[in-house]
């Protein structure tokens, strides 16, 4: 018997390897540029990179920079559009896989899908413009009522404009709903139908078979779902830029402050990109945001992971 493996299969091998290794050097190769890049930067840097609240870079002579409001705006717009998102993006996917009509789910399905079609400026401009001004009087209420928590606290730019973390959150659920619903979607629908009949042979009803059936399996895929979109809102740059107000003061953990997230500051800093140093802040800006992403990307990978194994 011939143990050795045909051409074929040897080329095909090397050309996956090669393919999948393609991705590996080029997320190292982005990682020692904006690391090359910044380090300058952040030896020049007369402020505590992790913990200032200033990023002024207009003079490469006396630079001051660092991420803390920029972490804190992109954490709070982000977490809070996963956790509006999530809970509405599986019971969509739910309701189409183990609800709807055949002759529903479809159109239905593709107007959810066409949402991913919408460009960002197209979000920002719906957001500042009506869904600001409609939030203004909520936001007003739970300042009013919910003061006393960090959350809703009065921020640092008025709430009559509009241009809020809150806002923003919202604007970022709507966008990343596509992402997570198709992929939650997908997932519901590959749960083995022997499970399913098993659980009506029990007397289950619909709810208890999404319960005990549906939702355990396809728990993974809705984590690596709930990621993806995670990994969307984190670098949404244009409708965060247009949203979010500028604040003269720090932020402090409420979601009715302003600011700029990462990607967003990044954005509004473009002409500043003629000299060495100030461009090397907003690239050490950027690795920080890499690197968070890719923190998050791992975490998930892992809790997803530990789920199917447990």
């Known amino acids: 018997m011939n143990n050795r493996s045909p051409r074929g299969e040897r080329l095909f091998r090397a050309a996956a390897v090669s393919a999948g290794s393609t991705v590996v050097v080029a997320i190292a190769l982005i990682a020692i540029f904006l690391l090359v890049r910044a380090v300058p930067s952040l030896l020049a840097n007369n402020a505590n990179f992790f913990t200032s609240p200033q990023f002024r870079t207009s003079d490469p002579d006396d630079l001051s920079f660092g991420i803390r409001d920029l972490l804190m705006v992109t954490l709070l717009s982000s977490v809070f559009a996963l956790t509006l998102a999530v809970p509405i993006s599986v019971g969509i996917a739910v309701f189409l896989t183990q ?119 396809g728990r993974s895929g809705v984590i690596a779902a709930a990621m993806l979109g995670l990994g969307r809102a984190l670098g949404e740059t244009v409708a965060m830029l247009i949203i979010l107000r500028a604040a003269a003061q720090p932020g402090h953990w409420s979601l009715f402050d302003g600011g700029y997230t990462f990607a967003s500051k990044i954005a509004s800093a473009a002409a500043e990109f003629s000299a060495p140093l100030p461009t090397g802040a907003y690239i050490a800006a950027g690795f920080a945001l890499f690197t968070l992403t890719f923190v998050v990307n791992a975490a998930a990978r892992a809790v997803a992971g530990g789920k199917v194994n447990g």
Not at 103 to 111: D, E, I
Not at 127 to 132: D, H, K, M, P, S
Not at 179 to 193: D, G, K, L, Y
């Open 99 to 217: 609800y709807a009509p055949r002759r529903l789910t479809r159109p239905f399905a593709v107007v959810i899908d066409l949402l991913a079609a919408v460009p960002s400026i197209i979000f920002g401009l719906w957001g500042i413009f009506v869904l600001a001004p409609m939030l203004v009087p909520t936001m007003r209420f739970l300042s009013d009522h919910l003061g006393w928590l960090f959350l809703f606290r009065e921020g640092n730019v008025s709430l009559a404009g509009g241009g809020t973390i809150f806002t923003a959150g919202i604007v970022l659920a709507v966008m990343i709903l596509p992402i997570i619903t198709s992929v939650s979607r997908e997932v519901f629908r590959q749960t083995p139908f022997a499970h399913i009949e098993a659980a009506q042979a029990l007397g289950a009803t619909r709810w208890e078979v999404v319960r005990i059936a549906v939702l355990p399996y």
